[in-house]
């Protein structure tokens, strides 16, 4: 089975072989159509042949180049906060990939266990909701969430983030590498950032700095780390990450981008002795917690806990797994620099 650690070794080319320099072929070939695809529409967009359409509040969106994730749930909630503290009436908009039966996803069930007073809408037709945010909860501000290429909905201020440990996708399109869109598209942001900043080398964080300044010279740069703040349980207990420093670990994600949790569980000081990665927004079932238990209980050196992303948690039930707590690293955005860029952005926005 094809998981997202086996699909960016592959497009990464870090693997090698005849049968994957062929894949790797037909994969470019497909990136054509889809490039084609993109380009057009944007430039549609660009020209005014596709309208954008304003409604009566500001419109902030987070957005990334890539598919998989970038931290951009760590980023909304600080925004959040940020706004409340500020006296504003903030309404979250998503379309709600992932989402089953209409029911809230994974992601809108991780930001309402960190902020339950918030009101998120999820709806297909970002327009109609954000035209509902402000009608229906006086919303003075709409975060729209995954927005950079929603172009439907004109927003005041476009975020982009980049992940450190994958900024420019394997300067591919999809299927090729992970872009989702071309790199020439954060001309039109006014903030980029890089999360997981804290994960790679500060020159590897300038290099990044220098090619988004070419790209575009009109955009603020702000970089984040993604910083852990507890241990928490699926009840809302919580107990000190550094508990579990030095000790045997089973985790596993099922996310867009699971290296980078691998990574902060390593950066945590935890002994990782099983692994296992589900897609990106996995609805885990009672027969996939059924494996896991057994999964975990075949590990050697015996794991003292198992961990996972809050974002994997909110979808299962289940204090423990087995005989063994199941916790999730609980994280929260720290700026490593560029706070003042994002902030005074937000204060100039024409609240009404």
């Known amino acids: 089975m094809w998981d997202a650690t086996r699909f960016r070794e592959l497009v990464s080319g870090r693997r090698v072989g005849a049968?994957?320099?062929?894949?790797?072929?037909?994969l470019r070939w497909a990136e054509v159509p889809y490039g084609c695809a993109v380009g057009v529409r944007n430039w549609a967009y660009d020209r005014g042949w596709k309208p954008?359409?304003?409604v009566a509040a500001p419109v902030v969106s987070i957005g990334n180049l890539t598919t998989g994730g970038t931290g951009k749930t760590p980023l909304a909630a600080w925004i959040v906060r940020w706004a409340q503290r500020?006296?504003?009436?903030?309404?979250?908009?998503s379309r709600g990939y992932g989402s089953r039966s209409g029911a809230a996803n994974d992601e809108a069930l991780e930001l309402a266990a960190q902020l339950p007073e918030l009101i998120h809408l999820q709806q297909v037709d970002r327009v109609a909701a954000a035209e509902r945010a402000i009608a229906e909860f006086g919303a003075q501000l709409v975060l729209?969430?995954?927005?950079?290429?929603?172009?439907r909905l004109r927003r005041d201020l476009d975020i982009v983030l980049l992940d450190a440990l994958e900024p420019f996708g394997f300067d591919h399109l999809l299927p090729r590498g992970l872009l989702r869109e071309s790199v020439a598209g954060l001309r039109r942001a006014h903030l980029v950032g890089l999360s997981r900043a804290n994960l790679v080398s500060p020159a590897q964080r300038e290099a990044v700095r220098r090619r988004v300044q070419a790209l575009a010279p009109q955009a603020a740069w702000f970089e984040l780390s993604h910083e852990v703040v507890a241990l928490r349980r699926s009840n809302g207990q919580e107990r000190p990450w550094r508990e579990l420093v030095g000790q045997p670990v089973a985790a596993f994600a099922g996310i867009g981008n699971p290296?980078?949790?691998?990574?902060?569980?390593l950066e945590c000081g935890y002994r990782l002795v099983a692994w296992r990665e589900f897609p990106d927004h996995h609805p885990y079932s009672s027969s996939d917690l059924a494996v896991l238990a057994s999964w975990v209980e075949q590990v050697t050196?015996?794991?003292?806990?198992?961990v996972c992303t809050h974002k994997d948690l909110v979808k299962i039930p289940a204090d423990n797994l087995g005989d063994l707590p199941l916790e999730a690293l609980r994280v929260e955005a720290r700026f490593l620099a560029g706070e003042h860029e994002l902030t005074n952005r937000l204060r100039h926005l024409d609240v009404v």
């Open 19 to 26: 049968a994957a320099t062929l894949f790797r072929t037909a």
């Open 259 to 265: 290296d980078g949790f691998r990574r902060a569980l």
């Open 52 to 54: 954008t359409l304003r």
């Open 301 to 306: 050196p015996r794991p003292v806990a198992v």
């Open 86 to 93: 500020a006296g504003l009436r903030v309404v979250l908009v």
């Open 144 to 151: 729209l969430d995954d927005g950079f290429q929603h172009r």
